[in-house]
C-alpha cells in the first residue's frame, strides 16, 4: 500500500537554529515529491516539486532534498514568519491522479 | 494572475440538508482536484477532472457526494443529506495539465454539520 510518514510530528526551534523535517515514502512509481507549507485557516501554499532521486530545489530559507525512500526539508536560521504546517505528498504511477499527503509537522519557531 | 478561489469560506449547515461548494480554478489550468481534510487527519482526495475525459470519482465516500465541472472551469461539489461526519474542510486545486503537474490548492471551505 502506498503510503507517506512525516517526522517529527512537531519541532520547536529557536530563531536561528537549523533542522530538517522527514518525509518517508513507500509507493510503487514515485512520479514526483510535492512539498507544502500550510498556515492555520489556510490552504496548502506550493514549495517545491522533485521529481527523481538526487534532486535538490532551494527557496530563501528552505532546501528539499529526495532520495529512493525520503524526502527532506532542510529549513536554515529560521524566523517565526517560518511556523506553519509542512505537508509532503506524492503523485504515485499505481495511485492514479491522487496525490497521497503526511500527516504533517507543525514547526514553531520561537524568537 | 489569480490562485484559486473558492466560496463560500464557511458553510455551517443542519444535519439531512444538502450543500453545495464552488471551486474557481487558475484560468488555463486543465485540471481540477477537491481534497477533504478532518481534524487531525491528512489531506483525503476526493475526485479529479481533466478536460473532458471522465472523471476519477474513487475518492468519493459515499454516493450523497457528487461534483460537477461546467465548460471546463468552475466546480461545484455537492454533497447531500450531511451527517456530522462530513465536517470538515474541503480543499479544491488545479494543475496545468495532468497529473504529475503541481497543484496549486484554493483556501479551502469549511463545513460544519451540526
Known amino acids: 500500500e502506498d503510503q507517506v510518514t512525516q517526522s517529527p510530528e512537531a519541532l520547536r526551534l529557536q530563531e536561528g537554529e537549523s533542522s530538517s523535517l522527514n518525509c518517508s515514502y513507500t509507493v510503487s512509481g514515485l512520479r514526483g515529491l510535492f512539498w507544502y507549507r500550510q498556515d492555520p485557516g489556510k490552504g496548502p501554499e506550493f514549495l517545491f516539486t522533485?521529481?527523481?532521486a538526487g534532486e535538490e530545489k532551494e527557496k530563501e530559507r528552505l532546501k528539499a532534498t529526495l532520495t529512493k525512500k525520503e524526502s527532506f526539508l532542510h529549513i536554515t536560521a529560521p524566523k517565526p514568519e517560518d511556523s506553519a504546517t509542512y505537508l509532503c505528498a506524492v503523485q504515485a504511477r499505481q495511485a492514479g491522479t491522487a496525490l497521497i499527503f503526511g500527516k504533517g509537522t507543525t514547526l514553531s519557531v520561537s524568537s | 494572475g489569480a490562485g484559486v478561489s473558492q466560496s463560500p469560506s464557511n458553510k455551517v449547515t443542519e444535519k439531512g440538508k444538502d450543500v453545495e461548494l464552488r471551486c474557481d480554478p487558475i484560468?488555463?489550468?486543465?485540471?481540477l482536484y477537491w481534497y477533504r481534510q478532518s481534524l487531525g487527519q491528512g489531506l483525503e482526495f476526493l475526485i479529479y477532472f481533466q478536460g473532458n475525459s471522465a472523471p476519477d470519482k474513487s475518492g468519493l465516500p459515499s454516493d450523497r457526494f457528487s461534483a460537477e465541472r461546467t465548460g471546463g472551469s468552475v466546480s461545484t461539489l455537492t454533497i447531500q443529506r450531511t451527517q456530522q461526519e462530513d465536517s470538515a474542510v474541503y480543499l479544491c486545486?488545479?494543475?496545468?495539465?495532468?497529473?504529475?503537474?503541481?497543484?496549486?490548492f484554493g483556501p479551502g471551505t469549511r463545513l460544519t454539520v451540526l
Open positions: 486545486a488545479s494543475s496545468l495539465g495532468g497529473p504529475p503537474d503541481t497543484q496549486y
Open positions: 484560468s488555463g489550468h486543465t485540471a
Open positions: 522533485l521529481y527523481s
